[in-house]
Nanobody, 124 residues
Framework: QVQLKESGGGLVQAGDSLRLSCEAS????????IGWFRQGPEKEREFVSA????????KYADSVKDRFTISRDNATNTVYLQLTSLKAEDTAKYYC?????????????????WGQGTQVTVSS
């Protein structure tokens, strides 16, 4: 498994922005997808966004489209998630995960390496 570490979470006010980072600290496959997921209090883990390491193709959940932006830096094996116009309902622990291959899956079961998560709390 690949070791992943998230950072960048924090406590912000509604309308603020944050940038989350996901760094792979061990060797990554030749082609892989990084997904961001989140889990709010008493909620199931849900898909947020994903990006292909090979093509840079991206995918977003409808709830975050036009507010969040995913990007990658293959040189440093880091994927970023820029969060803007944050809302109280964005409060959750955010996880990044890796799956081998090119498919931008929204299914948690498709990913086999997970980070420990970083907490984002948005006050209204």
């Amino acid at each position: 498994q690949v070791q992943l570490k998230e950072s960048g979470g924090g406590l912000v006010q509604a309308g603020d922005s944050l940038r989350l980072s996901c760094e792979a600290s061990t060797r990554t496959p030749n082609t892989y997808t990084i997904g961001w997921f989140r889990q709010g209090p008493e909620k199931e883990r849900e898909f947020v966004s994903a990006i292909s390491s090979f093509s840079g193709k991206t995918k977003y959940a409808d709830s975050v489209k036009d507010r969040f932006t995913i990007s990658r830096d293959n040189a440093t094996n880091t994927v970023y998630l820029q969060l803007t116009s944050l809302k109280a309902e964005d409060t959750a622990k955010y996880y990044c995960a890796l799956r081998r291959g090119l498919v931008l899956s929204h299914n948690t079961e498709a990913y086999d390496s997970w980070g420990q998560g970083t907490q984002v709390t948005v006050s209204s």
